[in-house]
């Protein structure tokens, strides 16, 4: 079985940055497309970006666009996301998840994954 761990959160100030990381064991990743989520009290969870297997293919909710940039190191089993210019709205716990797909497939609907992470907690505060 797939196995997914995140770390890298924490708070943070406006404008600043962190590395999330997502460290996959159980089966090598590379067959596998991962997402992105986070979720903040009392709000759904919100699809924040999403790569394909092969990385070739990404996609980015509008509101992190320009922000964040997801990368995977497939000979590391790790997926990250570099977040930028940091905002108190994306405070949230943000979730990893992996699903089994084509190469150039990617997906921000947390419906179709089936691998979840326990998340990490990404505070934007001053």
């Known amino acids: 079985q797939l196995q997914l761990v995140e770390s890298g959160g924490g708070l943070v100030q406006p404008g600043g940055s962190l590395r999330l990381s997502c460290a996959t064991s159980g089966y090598t990743v590379d067959s596998y497309s991962i997402g992105w989520f986070r979720q903040a009290p009392g709000k759904e969870r919100e699809g924040v970006t999403c790569?394909?297997?092969?990385?070739?293919?990404?996609d980015y909710a509008d509101s992190v666009k320009g922000r964040f940039t997801i990368s995977r190191d497939n000979a590391k089993n790790t997926v990250y996301l570099q977040m930028n210019s940091l905002k108190p709205e994306d405070t949230a716990v943000y979730y990893c998840?992996?699903?089994?797909?084509?190469?150039?497939?990617?997906?921000?609907?947390?419906?179709?994954?089936?691998?979840w992470g326990q998340g990490t907690q990404v505070t934007v505060s001053s």
């Open positions: 790569i394909s297997s092969s990385g070739y293919r990404t």
């Open positions: 998840a992996a699903r089994k797909s084509f190469p150039t497939q990617c997906s921000r609907s947390y419906y179709l994954y089936n691998y």
